[in-house]
């Protein structure tokens, strides 16, 4: 079974994907949010290709658990996806993702550019890592 991970956010979106078998997560790119019609059109293009059977995107919320206005852009990004795509779309916490995601740049010595390149793609494997956890132990 194939999932899709997703990282939304304003500028870039980072995506994700399991093998097929849906035991490990691999990177598969980040996507420059140039507009909902072209970034709709790209991840139509992935989704088409990877053919996932669910898609999990990475919920913001503020420390204290509670959602704020990148919550409520993530639910409207996930609206918008669900006009492209018929499966199951869920969500995870996201906290601290972009924290390991920097952690793990870090630890491979990715710097300038190129580490602004994969943060998105290292977060949304990190979302999809998240979200295998909390569906093996249920």
């Known amino acids: ?9 304003d500028a870039r979106v980072g995506v994700a994907v399991t093998d097929p078998l849906g ?28 053919a996932p059977e669910e898609i999990v995107i990475g919920l913001p919320k503020n420390m204290d658990g509670t959602e704020g206005f990148r919550a409520e852009a993530t639910y409207k990004f996930a609206k918008r996806l669900g006009e492209i ?25 990715t710097r300038g550019g ?11 494997c990190l979302i999809l890592e998240t979200y295998m956890k909390r569906k093996n132990n249920s």
């Open 1 to 9: 079974m194939r999932i899709m991970g997703i990282d939304f956010g």
């Open 23 to 50: 035991i490990t997560a691999q990177g598969v790119g980040t996507v420059k949010n140039g507009g909902v019609k072209k970034l709709m059109a790209e991840l139509d293009a992935i989704i088409k290709e990877y």
């Open 85 to 109: 795509y018929d499966g199951r779309i869920e969500f995870v916490d996201e906290r601290l993702t972009t924290v390991g995601a920097s952690q793990f740049l870090n630890a491979t010595n």
């Open 114 to 124: 190129k580490r602004k390149d994969v943060i998105d793609t290292v977060s949304a």
